[in-house]
């Protein structure tokens, strides 16, 4: 009997991996297939049925349009976090970008490579920032197929997505009017950035030219998130760059979006207030 069980539990989690992937949101891959070979990407499942990534080599952007009628012409980026090792896709990808997208924002979220996953040589300065900069002007060059403003792309990341899309926001460069590739020749520079308990805070260094930023955290996390953030939002200030700041208590790290009877259940409702009073959600024609 208890092997029956144990055969059963094993049966329901193998079967629940990709019914958690089929719900129909197209996935389009960044770069152009190198045609090597690649290790495959893995998925696992927590115990609690949340489904983690590693083993990224072919970046994606899983899409997610609002429904016809509701688009308010915005977009962003999802960077999930995952302490660059592995993306906790759930709470930190898919839910965020189905409430996005619920709330007229078409979302997108990135698959990048892992700067620290045990046996690659990824840099997070280097292909993961790559991948987030390609994902921006991918969704610019397909702004008219995807209801999009060009000028209201930004992104947003949990954790180590976090210190990813600060990077992409400090490092946005003009596109090359001359380049082979067309996407290069499109902008990688997010028009808003929302950072949800980044990491690597000290390396946020904001000048009057950075992209408006929407940050949030909980007091419970880690000093150097919950201290760090406060002063980054103080960087902001003395900068002269517009930054809004949340820091929820009787919360730490990780929290995502997920149901809660906690205040920070609120963050995306404050996250849409901003965008709205920055003119970032002005409905399409």
């Given at each position: 009997?208890?092997?029956?069980?144990?055969?059963?539990?094993?049966?329901?989690?193998?079967?629940?991996?990709?019914?958690?992937?089929?719900?129909?949101?197209?996935?389009?891959?960044?770069?152009?297939?190198?045609?090597?070979?690649?290790?495959?990407?893995?998925?696992?499942?927590?115990?609690?049925?949340?489904?983690?990534?590693?083993?990224?080599?072919?970046?994606?952007?899983?899409?997610?349009?609002?429904?016809?009628?509701?688009?308010?012409?915005?977009?962003?980026?999802?960077?999930?976090?995952?302490?660059?090792?592995?993306?906790?896709?759930?709470?930190?990808?898919?839910?965020?970008?189905?409430?996005?997208?619920?709330?007229?924002?078409?979302?997108?979220?990135?698959?990048?490579?892992?700067?620290?996953?045990?046996?690659?040589?990824?840099?997070?300065?280097?292909?993961?920032?790559?991948?987030?900069?390609?994902?921006?002007?991918?969704?610019?060059?397909?702004?008219?197929?995807?209801?999009?403003?060009?000028?209201?792309?930004?992104?947003?990341?949990?954790?180590?997505?976090?210190?990813?899309?600060?990077?992409?926001?400090?490092?946005?460069?003009?596109?090359?009017?001359?380049?082979?590739?067309?996407?290069?020749?499109?902008?990688?520079?997010?028009?808003?950035?929302?950072?949800?308990?980044?990491?690597?805070?000290?390396?946020?260094?904001?000048?009057?030219?950075?992209?408006?930023?929407?940050?949030?955290?909980?007091?419970?996390?880690?000093?150097?998130?919950?201290?760090?953030?406060?002063?980054?939002?103080?960087?902001?200030?003395?900068?002269?760059?517009?930054?809004?700041?949340?820091?929820?208590?009787?919360?730490?790290?990780?929290?995502?979006?997920?149901?809660?009877?906690?205040?920070?259940?609120?963050?995306?409702?404050?996250?849409?207030?901003?965008?709205?009073?920055?003119?970032?959600?002005?409905?399409?024609p």
């Amino acid at each position: 009997m208890k092997l029956l069980c144990l055969l059963s539990s094993v049966a329901c989690l193998l079967f629940s991996v990709p019914l958690a992937h089929a719900s129909g949101e197209p996935v389009i891959p960044l770069w152009p297939a190198s045609g090597g070979e690649v290790p495959p990407e893995k998925l696992r499942v927590t115990e609690k049925g949340e489904h983690v990534v590693s083993s990224v080599h072919q970046p994606s952007l899983t899409v997610y349009l609002p429904a016809a009628g509701t688009a308010t012409g915005a977009a962003m980026i999802v960077c999930p976090g995952g302490g660059h090792r592995e993306l906790w896709v759930d709470h930190e990808g898919y839910a965020v970008a189905q409430w996005l997208a619920s709330h007229g924002i078409a979302a997108f979220v990135l698959k990048y490579r892992l700067a620290r996953e045990e046996g690659f040589k990824y840099r997070v300065d280097v292909e993961a920032l790559a991948d987030a900069q390609r994902a921006i002007r991918t969704v610019r060059s397909r702004a008219t197929e995807w209801g999009v403003d060009p000028a209201r792309v930004g992104i947003m990341g949990f954790s180590a997505g976090g210190e990813l899309a600060a990077l992409a926001a400090a490092r946005g460069a003009d596109g090359q009017p001359d380049a082979a590739d067309p996407l290069d020749r499109l902008s990688s520079r997010p028009a808003f950035q929302a950072l949800v308990y980044p990491g690597n805070s000290k390396s946020i260094q904001p000048d009057k030219n950075t992209p408006p930023a929407f940050l949030v955290c909980g007091y419970d996390d880690r000093p150097d998130i919950s201290s760090g953030l406060a002063e980054v939002y103080l960087r902001f200030r003395q900068a002269g760059a517009p930054a809004e700041l949340h820091i929820y208590t009787g919360v730490g790290h990780g929290f995502g979006l997920r149901p809660t009877p906690l205040p920070v259940g609120e963050w995306p409702d404050r996250l849409h207030a901003w965008l709205d009073e920055r003119r970032f959600l002005k409905a399409t024609p």
